[in-house]
């Protein structure tokens, strides 16, 4: 015990008479372990935010969509005239689907979404919206959660009732001085407008501008929820939209179906028969997409292994030069201090103990430099953790692999890249190093 600790302070003694070289000695050390530590922390952050954004989707979830064929689109686009296209999930589709809860005890719920309008008004205020007429099942099959008032009911749907739920956006765009609940909110589809008597508020979705806005296509706070009944009975298939210089009519039966398993295994079984009623029915025609965000989910998982793996490998080369960086100083220390290892051996001291006050060197440089580097890291996390809302990254989260891998590679590489040295330095011949100048 008193060898180690003699040794331990002659190392940390020798380390303190150079300290700017034993700084830049370990800096390699130090960049390797912040680096390691800092981007894990931001992958990992930025994959809980994809990750959490598309569960907000359903992880039993498989989501059928109207898509407007790139025909189509790149008709619309191109014209400025009156123009009719029709394209979309139709309701034989819907029947069809339908009948597959009949066919096993897999599915839970189907929820349709029919959409009838993209504009709403409150008197002289005028907003874009996406109107669905649906059921008070879609609660329950999304992430969507009531702010004010309530949800759709089922009194609502037999009844026909136009009353309506809006989203967060919506209330804050037409109502930014007033509460909304009990008012009325005019929905348009083309010149025509039809009031409905608003009974809820959605609460705040963080979809926009996510992994989870660019699968569902829209940002959900500017959605508006009516019975499906009322979408039905006071609109037709036909969705108006009147832009200046433009006039253009899309006539889709339905634009959404929720399909919720009841198991997460049989989700891609559940999806896969979905896909070959769709292909038959719909054979070429290209107007329709099938999500299952479990999918994604895996999908977004592996990737952000394998991006991890390789930006860790990255940062691991910065720990390798630091490794090279150590002995490269440690060898110039040997030559430096060859009379000293001379006196030394003259006055008893054995190849051992050279050996070992060398590798406490190397050890100690490389344990420092991994706790500064630490600290580093979790300095960047932190400052990103400040700023990233506002370069839409996700939350850094810094995971105890990361730190307890970066230390122990760091003290790992010390002890590899000071062996080398210390060995030199034991080997010296007491005769010769004691006439070294």
Do not use: C
């Amino acid at each position: 015990m008193r060898f180690l600790l003699e040794t331990l302070r002659l190392g940390l003694a020798n380390l303190m008479l150079h300290k700017l070289r034993s700084l830049l000695t370990a800096l390699g050390i130090i960049i390797g372990v912040a680096a390691v530590i800092s981007v894990v922390a931001i992958g990992e952050g930025n994959k809980r935010k994809a990750l959490a954004d598309i569960e907000k989707l359903g992880a039993k979830n498989i989501i059928v969509r109207s898509h407007k064929p790139e025909e189509s689109a790149n008709r619309s686009e191109a014209s400025t005239r009156r123009r009719s296209v029709s394209y979309g999930i139709t309701w034989a589709d819907a029947r069809k689907l339908d009948a597959l809860m009949n066919d096993g005890n897999h599915i839970s719920r189907i929820v349709q979404l029919k959409k009838v309008a993209t504009k709403v008004s409150v008197r002289e205020k005028q907003a874009q919206a996406a109107v669905f007429g649906t059921t008070e099942q879609l609660l329950d099959v999304t992430s969507l959660r009531i702010d004010r008032g309530r949800y759709l009911t089922q009194t609502d749907e037999l009844r026909g009732e136009r009353v309506a739920v809006i989203g967060a956006e919506i209330a804050r765009q037409l109502f930014p001085l007033q509460d909304p609940l009990d008012s009325y909110i005019s929905v348009h589809n083309g010149p025509a407008s039809t009031p409905f008597r608003i009974v809820g508020v959605l609460r705040p979705v963080g979809l926009a501008g996510g992994a989870g806005s660019s699968l569902v296509g829209r940002d959900l706070n500017f959605d508006v929820h009516i019975p499906k009944a009322a979408a039905i009975d006071q609109f037709s298939d036909t969705v108006v939209t009147i832009k200046p210089g433009s006039f253009e009519s899309t006539v889709v039966q339905l634009e959404e179906i929720y399909i919720e398993a009841k198991d997460q295994d049989v989700v891609p079984a559940i999806a896969a028969q979905v896909t070959r009623i769709l292909e038959t029915e719909h054979a070429g025609k290209g107007d329709w997409t099938v999500v299952v965000p479990l999918e994604l989910i895996e999908h977004t998982e592996r990737t952000s292994r394998m991006y991890t793996i390789m930006l860790v490998f990255i940062a691991g080369i910065s720990l390798l030069v630091g490794g090279i960086g150590i002995m490269n100083i440690m060898l110039a220390s040997v030559t430096e201090r060859t009379r000293e290892i001379g006196i030394r051996r003259a006055l008893g001291a054995t190849r051992r103990h050279i050996a070992a006050q060398f590798l406490v060197e190397t050890t100690t440089l490389s344990g420092v430099g991994g706790l500064i580097g630490v600290a580093t890291g979790l300095s960047i996390a932190a400052v990103v953790t400040l700023v990233h809302e506002r370069f839409g990254l996700g939350r850094p989260f810094v995971t105890a692999w990361s730190i307890g891998v970066s230390l122990g590679v760091a003290m790992f590489v010390g002890i590899v890249f000071g062996l080398y040295p210390a060995v030199q330095a034991s080997r010296q011949d007491p005769i010769v190093a004691l006439r070294h100048d």
